[in-house]
């Protein structure tokens, strides 16, 4: 089935919503932070360990995927869920991301066909189409798909920005045409950079190829924050009520909250585990780095009352200890309370919305997260 978004609640005071989405996998609300399992995993992670964080669509890699195992090997597994074990809804994006940031010479490697890049595993000669792309993701068979886009740099300039977003939607459209599965969504994806007519532009002409969903791209590339908020403002405006909304790469606390308060429904990115590798995690008093002297002898969690399986039965301490040590349960441990800390920062922000106190959670937080921060 194609996803469906019902939409609940309008916030009173800003453009926040409550909303549903119905999916193969089940019905989950919004808004919500989705993990990403690059190579069809969450890195250190277990399925089973992501669903008791009351994680919904995670998210997989076209790309990386693609090139190993293999599109056909996934297919003949059964499909992406069986491939994996995972039973709950996936997202594939298209590739786009990484294989631009392959594509030495933007102005020879990009064309109107597709992108020549060289493949980060052994330097082989690879060539990615929006048709292509398309036709991976139908054989991976996630249940949402993302168009082939290009990932526009900033700053770039708009003579730049112009050229790459009309080509993003002649690109879409394409890879709309052979589209071909019908157990599978597909998102197309606004451009634009960081001007805003274009945003607008591509906004509404992307709308106009009714897609099942729609994400908003080319944020949280190096640009500032204001700049940022504006991008998915200039673009939220002109997508649909009926529609989810997805803000592509976007997995820092603060963000995800300018985002929801701006309409947003969708969120991802690899920062919690990230992070996690370098031992730091989230918390309502900034991001930490447990590998810090103070933490030596605290045998305390990482955050009282958090209810991820990290925080009821291990002490930072320990986690610091295991960190320091280099032993990968350490960052097992704080992967799992950074994407717990987040799915659970979505769950708080869905209960600010029906009681129409979201800019009041928002400044609460804000004052409290900015407070902390170890150096």
């Not at 409550?18 to 399992?37: A, D, I, K, Q, S």
């Not at 009351?54 to 995927?65: D, E, F, P, W």
């Not at 459209?173 to 960081?194: D, W, Y």
């Not at 209810?307 to 009821?312: E, I, L, P, Q």
Request: hydrophobic share 35%; net charge neutral; charged share 25%.
């Amino acid at each position: 089935m194609k996803v469906k978004y019902e939409l609940l609640k309008n916030d009173t005071k800003t453009k926040a919503r409550y909303g549903l989405l119905h999916t193969n996998y089940g019905t989950y609300e919004t808004p919500m932070f989705m993990p990403v399992g690059t190579q069809a995993t969450v890195k250190t992670l277990s399925p089973e360990e992501l669903k008791e964080m009351n994680s919904a669509v995670i998210l997989s890699n076209t790309y990386h995927l693609w090139l190993r195992p293999g599109c056909d090997i996934v297919y003949n597994a059964g499909g992406l869920h069986k491939f994996m074990n995972y039973n709950g809804p996936i997202l594939t994006d298209s590739g786009g991301f990484q294989v631009f940031s392959l594509a030495k010479n933007k102005s020879k490697d990009i064309t109107e066909e597709g992108v020549h890049f060289k493949s980060h595993i052994d330097g082989s000669n690879l060539f990615l189409t929006p048709e292509l792309s398309i036709q991976i993701q139908n054989k991976l068979d996630s249940d949402i798909a993302m168009s082939f886009d290009e990932c526009i740099p900033y700053p770039a300039t708009y003579e730049y920005a112009k050229a790459s977003t009309e080509r993003t939607l002649r690109w879409a459209k394409r890879g709309k045409g052979v589209f071909n599965n019908e157990r599978q969504s597909l998102f197309g994806i606004v451009q634009g950079g960081a001007y805003e007519d274009l945003r607008n532009y591509s906004a509404i002409e992307t709308v106009k190829m009714d897609f099942d969903g729609y994400s908003i791209g080319g944020t949280s590339v190096g640009e500032d924050k204001t700049t940022m908020y504006k991008m998915i403002d200039d673009a939220i405006k002109y997508l649909p009520i009926d529609k989810p909304r997805y803000l592509m790469g976007v997995g820092d606390p603060i963000d995800i909250i300018e985002g929801v308060v701006r309409g947003v429904d969708m969120f991802d990115c690899v920062l919690p585990t990230r992070i996690a590798r370098h031992g730091n995690a989230f918390t309502r008093h900034g991001k930490i780095n447990i590998k810090n002297a103070k933490y030596k002898e605290d045998f305390t969690p990482i955050e009282v009352g958090c209810d991820c399986y990290t925080c009821t039965h291990y002490t930072k301490a320990y986690i610091r200890h295991l960190i320091v040590s280099s032993e990968s349960f350490g960052q097992r441990l704080l992967s799992i309370h950074n994407i717990r800390f987040l799915i659970k920062l979505t769950e708080d922000l869905r209960e600010s919305i029906k009681n129409d106190n979201i800019l009041e959670y928002k400044d609460a937080f804000i004052k409290e997260y900015s407070g902390g921060n170890d150096k």
